[in-house]
């Protein structure tokens, strides 16, 4: 089973969007959270840090600036879903991700105080 550890930065930049109400309350994540193509198109036009700080799990071992990487992605690199929260949170719950799973739980936490 792979091991992850929270991507700090990330955390602070779903906050950042949090805060800047740049997110989506009601989505279906099944259809909406980015395949394969969305995160080949996304990374033609931004930096891997910028593709980074939408993943909330850092992948233990595993090359900087590959995809195998960056995991429990929280949002469509546009706005953070609530969706994609409550699968990371159930994702790493799951897996006993646990460091990983309080992160995103406390950001789920934190855009249900904000949106109110």
């Known amino acids: 089973m792979a091991e992850y550890t929270v991507n700090a930065e990330a955390v602070r930049h779903v906050r950042e969007l949090i805060d800047a109400r740049q997110y989506v309350l009601d989505s279906d994540w099944g259809e909406t959270q980015p395949d394969a193509a969305a995160q080949n198109a996304y990374l033609e036009t931004h930096t ?15 090359t900087d600036e590959t995809k195998a990487r960056y995991a429990f992605v929280a949002g469509d690199f546009r ?7 409550i699968a990371c ?12 799973e309080l992160a995103a739980h406390d950001l789920l936490q934190h855009l249900d105080r904000v949106s109110g």
């Not at 706005?79 to 929260?85: G, K, M, P, Q």
């Open 48 to 62: 891997w840090e910028q593709y980074a700080s939408w993943h909330l799990g850092l992948t233990v071992g595993a």
């Open 79 to 85: 706005r953070v879903h609530r969706t994609a929260l």
């Open 89 to 100: 949170v159930y994702r790493a719950s799951e897996w006993r991700h646990k460091d990983v």
